[in-house]
T-cell receptor
Framework: AQSVSQHNHHVILSEAASLELGCNYSYGGTVNLFWYVQYPGQHLQLLLKYFSGDPLVKGIKGFEAEFIKSKFSFNLRKPSVQWSDTAEYFCAVKGGSNYQLIWGAGTKLIIKP | NAGVMQNPRHLVRRRGQEARLRCSPMKGHSHVYWYRQLPEEGLKFMVYLQKENIIDESGMPKERFSAEFPKEGPSILRIQQVVRGDSAAYFC????????????FGDGTRLSIL
C-alpha cells in the first residue's frame, strides 16, 4: 500500500536558518509528488509539485524540493527561512494515473524571530 | 473569491444529530474530492466525485457517511447520527480534470461532536 512518511512532526528554527523537511514515500510505480503548506487559520496551498522532468523543483516563496527516485524521497528545502514561514507543511503523493492523494502526517514549522 | 469554498468553517453537533458539509469547487472545476484529517494525522482520502457521479468512495466509512455532487449546487458530505469519533477537519478539493491536474483545497470544516 502507498504511504508517506514525514520525518519530523515539529521543527523549530531561528530566522535565516536553512530548512530541510524530509519526505519519504512507498510506491512502486510512477509518482506525482506535492508539498502543501497550511498557514495558521488558512487553507492548504500548493507549494510545489513534481510530475516529470527536472527532479529539482522550484516552488513559491523560495522553496524547492528534490525528487530522488532511488531514495523514494522528496525533501523540501529553503536556504533561509523567515518568521512568516511558520506553518504546517504536508507532503503528498499520487501514484501515476491515480487521483487519490496520499498524505504525510505533516510537519509543524515554527520560526523564532 | 474564486477558490474552493467550504461552509460552514466550524460545525458543532451533538451525538446522534446529522452534519452537512458543503463544498463549492473552483469555477470550471468538475472534479471534487473529500478528505478527513484527524488530530495529529495527515489527510485521508474519503471520496472522489464528478458531477452527478461518485467515482470512488473507497475511503468512506460504510455506514452513516454519504456524499453527492449534484448537477446544480455544491457537493455535500453528509454524516448521519454523528459520534464523537467523527470530530475532525473535513477538507474539500477540486480539480480541473483527473489525475494530472493539481487539487486545490478549501479552508476546511472543523466538525466538533459534543
Amino acid at each position: 500500500a502507498q504511504s508517506v512518511s514525514q520525518h519530523n512532526h515539529h521543527v523549530i528554527l531561528s530566522e535565516a536558518a536553512s530548512l530541510e523537511l524530509g519526505c519519504n514515500y512507498s510506491y512502486g510505480g510512477t509518482v506525482n509528488l506535492f508539498w502543501y503548506v497550511q498557514y495558521p487559520g488558512q487553507h492548504l496551498q500548493l507549494l510545489l509539485k513534481y510530475f516529470s522532468g527536472d527532479p529539482l523543483v522550484k516552488g513559491i516563496k523560495g522553496f524547492e524540493a528534490e525528487f530522488i527516485k532511488s531514495k523514494f524521497s522528496f525533501n523540501l528545502r529553503k536556504p533561509s527561512v523567515q518568521w512568516s514561514d511558520t506553518a504546517e507543511y504536508f507532503c503528498a503523493v499520487k501514484g501515476g494515473s491515480n487521483y487519490q492523494l496520499i498524505w504525510g502526517a505533516g510537519t509543524k514549522l515554527i520560526i523564532k524571530p | 473569491n474564486a477558490g474552493v469554498m467550504q461552509n460552514p468553517r466550524h460545525l458543532v453537533r451533538r451525538r446522534g444529530q446529522e452534519a452537512r458539509l458543503r463544498c463549492s469547487p473552483m469555477k470550471g472545476h468538475s472534479h471534487v474530492y473529500w478528505y478527513r484529517q484527524l488530530p495529529e494525522e495527515g489527510l485521508k482520502f474519503m471520496v472522489y466525485l464528478q458531477k452527478e457521479n461518485i467515482i470512488d468512495e473507497s475511503g468512506m466509512p460504510k455506514e452513516r457517511f454519504s456524499a453527492e455532487f449534484p448537477k446544480e449546487g455544491p457537493s455535500i458530505l453528509r454524516i448521519q447520527q454523528v459520534v464523537r469519533g467523527d470530530s475532525a477537519a473535513y477538507f474539500c478539493a477540486s480539480s480541473l480534470g483527473g489525475s494530472n491536474q493539481p487539487q486545490h483545497f478549501g479552508d476546511g470544516t472543523r466538525l466538533s461532536i459534543l
